[in-house]
């Protein structure tokens, strides 16, 4: 975090940074159409040699200024290079055109998150997700996660499931180190953790815990997949007073689950599922830390996507810092066993027990 510490900047380069922030909305989605309309994809296979407005615009099936007008904007963004009459990929259109994380990351933001932002201010002012209304008549999205309207729900798994499935394989391996014979999947959403864990353990019961309807869902996956008789449901809304946990389990799991709460409801969940496991159980949460990133843009994407909580999901959680997770966990009666960061894309494991 050292590089947030100081303004480095001069006041030339705050002022061009100022005017890139006030038309970015517009160069995102210059960058969008671009790809859309597979003007990438053409330079791309154009390699070195590089295509004129003219020939792209036929290639494209659009009017040579639609061409023109789109790739300037891409010069601006450094997407794409020009020299008479040839404009080529640069290394931004590259990366746009090739790397998974970046299409993920982009589709999400366009198709979940672009139109909801306008309603960015009323929920920084009112602590609800007045963004939500864009995708359907929630409280919260998870309640509609099932029956997102499309391209929404698409982009919205494959953003969540990337994430995930990076850190899959090292997960496994540290999780099942001592293997656990019944783990608590609190969370669960579709069941891909849980189905992870039965294909990597054939021994391993699961239960998982979540919302009724995304049990329906992750149930019939379970079954899907042979899975149904070592998996069972537990349906339970972690925030309603009354809502009980299972009351065994030797390995209690949450990934990417307590981001979706505030503080307190941070705290409240921990104090419950401290109250409800046996005292020789181990509590794992995985989670995105924007402290614990290497990179500077990880943490960038994770302070984006902390707003995405706030205008669409909720209304009041966050990506932390580690350090407050700790310390909720600690308040909680846990006890630090050990911390492990950087698996798979920026994940962090907090290995957890009983104080």
Known sequence: MS????????????????????????????????????????????GKQGLSAGQLAEKA?????????????????HIVTYQAPHYRLAKVGYFLLHDDMTQVNM??????????????????Q??????????????????????????????WFEFDHYYSDKAFPELLRLVFTQPPRHLIDI????????????????????????????????????????????????PANLLEANSQLPTAGDVWWMSQFLDCFSPMQIWNILR?????????????????????????????????????????????SRFYRSTEMLELAAEAGFVLVEQIDDIGVGHTLLKLRKA
């Open 126 to 155: 009112e602590s609800r997700p007045a963004g939500l209304q864009e995708l359907g008549d929630w409280l919260t999205i998870y309640e509609g996660l099932s029956v997102l309207p499309e391209p929404a729900r698409r982009s």
């Open 61 to 77: 099936g659009l009017a040579e200024y639609a061409v023109k007008v789109v790739l300037d904007m891409g010069l601006s963004c």
């Open 3 to 46: 590089h947030h510490v100081h303004d480095r900047m001069t006041a030339l380069q705050a002022k061009e940074y100022a005017q890139q922030l006030a038309f970015a909305p517009i160069a995102f989605q210059a960058a969008r159409s671009m790809l859309q309309l597979n003007l990438l994809a053409e330079l791309d296979q154009a």
């Open 272 to 316: 419950s599922v401290y109250a409800a496991m046996p005292d020789n159980a181990l509590v794992y949460i995985l989670e995105m830390f924007w402290d614990c990133q290497k990179f500077s843009a990880a943490s960038y994407s994770l302070n984006a996507t902390s707003l995405y909580f706030t205008c669409l999901a909720n209304g009041n």
């Open 187 to 234: 969370g669960a959403n579709t069941g891909r953790w849980a189905a992870q864990c039965c294909n990597y353990d054939e021994q391993v019961q699961v239960t998982m815990v979540d919302l009724p309807q995304q049990l329906v869902l992750a149930m019939q996956n379970m079954q899907a997949q042979g899975f149904a008789e070592r998996v069972t449901a537990h």
């Open 107 to 124: 589709a999400f933001t366009d198709d979940v998150c672009y139109r909801a932002m306008s309603h960015l201010t009323t929920s920084l």
